[in-house]
Structure formats: C-alpha cells, structure tokens
C-alpha cells in the first residue's frame, strides 16, 4: 500500500507517519527529512538546499523527484510506502505516478490532515521547543512563508487527487491517537 499525508506544515504528517510505519510496516519517506540530513552533513545537495529551506520556500521538483527515485529503487520500499512532504507541487505528483506506474504501482490513498491556521502556528511553536530549535525553518517569518508556499503550490494537489478519486480527510485538529485511529480506519476500509 502506498500512501500521501498531506497538509501544511505543523499539520501532524511527521507524527501520524510514524505511526503508520510502526503498525502497517510502510517505510516512511519524508523529503524534509531527507533533505535536513544533506544539510547537517555538508554534502552538495545539502549546500544547493540549505538557503531555499531556511527560507521555507521549495527545493527544486527535480532535486526531489531525483531522491525519491533512488529511494523507491531500495527493497525495502517494495512493502509500501508513506509519503510524508511529497509530492508539493502538480509536477512532482505526476512525476511520482509515473515512477510508480513503472514500478507496477500506484498511490492508493491521500489522507489530508486538516488543521486550522492558528493551531499551526502555536504547533510550530511547540516542535520549536521540543526540539531546541534544530530546524532553521521553524520562525514565524518562514513558517509564514511555508504556509504560503502551501497555499500557492500545493494546495492545488487536493484537486488533483480528488479527481483521482483518492483524497480521504480525517480531522487533524484530534488528539495524535485521535487522528491516528481516523487514519487506520481509512486504512482498512482501502484493504477491504
Ligand atoms: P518539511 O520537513 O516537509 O516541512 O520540509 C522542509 C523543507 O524542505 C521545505 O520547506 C522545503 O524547503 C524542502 N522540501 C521538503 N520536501 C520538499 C518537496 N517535496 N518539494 C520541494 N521542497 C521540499
């Protein structure tokens, strides 16, 4: 099975991603992540991305679809998958069902967590603190911009995915073990 979270930043995805990678052993495949890894460790794409996500707006749909390739290429993804932070654009969504469609596969779900604008400012504000601040990308000022970027660039995925016929909603204002069991239910009625 192979699954979106999708929402804006500060949504939940990371968390509920988790969860599902812990209970349905789906790998979890998260861009930001990935990306926070190039960073902290100096290579080359960590450098080409440092300054776009300091200042919350996105990396390249090349640079991304590229690493997502690679890693859908590892045997481990071949369980399933959860994405967490791609696609964010209408062209990484495309790219990313063809890389699917060539590997025999589909995206069979994409769960929106739906969250109001203020509890993602205070969210955000609350990962600040649990984390000590390790995200440069975590201030007021870019979690604005993030939203924006959001609102203008993926947002319009929804559309896409609704015409697909594969958009679910769950309430991601619940409780994490809330939103979490909305998620499993979604989960077995795709598996009935
Ligand atoms: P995230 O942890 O998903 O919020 O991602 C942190 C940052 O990494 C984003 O603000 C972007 O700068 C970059 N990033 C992560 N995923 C993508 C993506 N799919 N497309 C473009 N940029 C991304």
Known sequence: MNLILFGPPGAGKGTQAKIIQDEWGLVHLSTGD??????????????????I?????????DIVV???????????????VVFDGFPRTIKQA?????????????????????????????????????TGGTRGDDTPE????????????TAPLLDFYAGQGKLRAVDGMA?????????RQVMEGLKA
């Open 175 to 183: 409780p994490i073990s809330g939103v979490a069991s909305e998620i």
């Open 34 to 51: 990935i990306l926070r890894a190039a960073v902290a460790a100096g290579t080359d794409l960590g450098r080409r991305c440092k300054t």
């Open 66 to 80: 590229g690493i997502i390739a690679e890693r859908l290429d590892a045997p481990d993804c071949a369980k399933g």
């Open 94 to 130: 495309k790219e990313l069902d063809s890389l699917l469609a060539r590997r025999a596969s589909a995206i069979d779900a994409v769960i929106e967590l739906k969250v109001d604008d203020e509890a993602l400012v205070g969210r955000i504000a609350q990962r600040k603190l649990e």
């Open 53 to 61: 996500m300091d200042r919350g707006d996105l990396v390249t749909d």
């Open 142 to 153: 870019t979690l604005r911009n993030r939203l924006e970027v959001y609102r203008r660039n």
